[in-house]
């Protein structure tokens, strides 16, 4: 993958520095802990893709996900959902917690909570590697 992408990681410090560790070698990393902060950044810099957790600025992702799709000026960046850690969401909400991301335009929804750290790095790579293949044929953004 080309490293001349950069990703918005919208999401708490432990969060941040897992995937950091996940992602570091494939893509500039852009962090952001607040909404307002991920929202000042998007409007600022290039982003190629948004990888925010559940627990992103007190479990937040989803408005974060639908004021970023609703926005005409970040709408076609791709999405990527994420769980990285266990926490308040019971494991059996977290299917929920998928489906209302992929309703909301979500490229994708990764749980790597539970995984070996080396499964998780390869589950959210090859999430990370979806998202950023354009749907078949449609056309290339430049």
């Known amino acids: 993958m080309d490293r001349a992408h950069r990703f918005l990681i919208a999401s708490q410090p432990k969060a941040w520095r897992t995937l950091h560790a996940m992602l570091a070698d494939i893509a500039d990393l852009v962090p952001a802990h607040t909404t307002g902060e991920a929202l ?5 810099d290039r982003i190629d893709l948004i990888v925010s957790t559940i627990a992103f600025d007190e479990s937040r992702m989803l408005e ?3 004021a970023v799709k609703q926005a ?3 709408e076609r ?4 959902c994420s769980r990285v850690f266990v926490s308040v969401i019971r494991d059996n909400l977290v299917s929920t917690m998928r489906d209302a991301c992929k309703e909301s335009g979500a490229c994708d929804f ?3 909570a539970r995984l070996p750290a080396d499964a998780a790095r ?12 354009p749907p078949l044929g449609a056309p290339r953004l430049p």
């Open 77 to 80: 960046i791709p999405f990527l």
């Open 72 to 74: 005409s000026s970040t």
């Open 122 to 133: 390869e589950v959210m790579r090859n999430a990370v590697e979806g998202c950023l293949k």
């Open 110 to 112: 990764v749980d790597v």
């Open 64 to 66: 974060f996900l639908q």
């Open 40 to 44: 000042k950044i998007l409007q600022g």
